[in-house]
């Protein structure tokens, strides 16, 4: 499984971005989609995670009412609405998919992008 994350950039608080995960090889056996964010010096964290089918969403709570997960299975792409920024949310931000395990265990997903630099100036 390959994946490419894409869409970082600067805006200032309060503004948007759509990152956009692209997929390919092997996704079948992926049940899950995910976006994780770190910042220099501090653990990498769970952003939000979508389901295969997509009827299920889960997001950590500093971004729920403010992000949104979503994904076109005949793309294998997978989106990061965001909306709201604020400087908190300047990271790296990774997708990632998942096989197996627990939504927001970053351990059991073996399968990560690149990541995409977002930076909210304030």
């Known amino acids: 499984v390959q994946l490419q994350a894409s869409g970082g950039g600067l805006v200032h608080t309060g503004g948007s971005l759509r990152l956009s995960c692209a997929s390919s090889?092997?996704?079948?056996?992926?049940?899950?989609m995910a976006w994780f964010r770190q910042v220099p010096g501090k653990e990498r964290e769970f952003v939000a995670a979508?389901?295969?089918?997509?009827?299920?969403?889960d997001y950590a709570e500093s971004v729920k009412g403010r992000f949104t997960i979503s994904r076109d299975n005949a793309e294998n792409t997978v989106y990061l609405q965001m909306n709201s920024l604020k400087p908190e949310d300047t990271a790296v931000y990774y997708c990632?998919?998942?096989?197996?395990?627990?939504?927001?265990?970053?351990?059991?997903?073996?399968?990560w992008g690149k990541g995409t630099l977002v930076t909210v100036s304030s």
């Open positions: 990632a998919a998942l096989q197996s395990g627990t939504w927001r265990n970053i351990a059991d997903y073996k399968n």
């Open positions: 090889g092997g996704m079948f056996s992926i049940n899950v």
């Open positions: 979508i389901s295969w089918s997509g009827n299920r969403e």
